[in-house]
């Protein structure tokens, strides 16, 4: 069973930066995907950003030039450095990884912009 615990959410003004990790842990295999989701109050869970095991990143249009995403294969950790911050990125953040054709998914961390 893989554990996925994120850490770094917070308070932060708007205009602001936070550093999101996620660390993976109990996996006998090799962790491919990597990702960030957010869910915001009465919303739905959307995409944020997503790293291949090769390195490959994509990001959702409104994050794009604010957030990047990275990972420490070695560490099986990601990151998600997020600057410009608006309060629309208020949400609670969720890292997944997938791990052959099983994905999993952390317990969420709270990420609050205030104006």
């Given at each position: 069973q893989v554990q996925l615990v994120e850490s770094g959410?917070?308070?932060v003004q708007a205009g602001g930066s936070l550093r999101l990790s996620?660390?993976?842990s109990g996996s006998s295999f090799?962790?491919?995907a990597m990702g960030w989701y957010r869910q915001a109050p009465g919303k739905q869970r959307e995409l944020v950003a997503h790293i291949t095991g090769g390195g490959s990143t994509n990001y959702a249009d409104s994050v794009k030039g604010r957030f990047t995403i990275s990972r420490d294969s070695a560490?099986?950790?990601v990151y998600l450095q997020m600057n410009s911050l608006k309060p629309e990125d208020t949400a609670v953040y969720f890292c997944n990884a997938r791990v052959v054709i099983v994905t999993y998914w952390g317990q969420g961390t709270q990420v609050t912009v205030s104006s």
């Open positions: 959410g917070g308070l996620c660390a993976a090799r962790i491919d560490k099986n950790t």
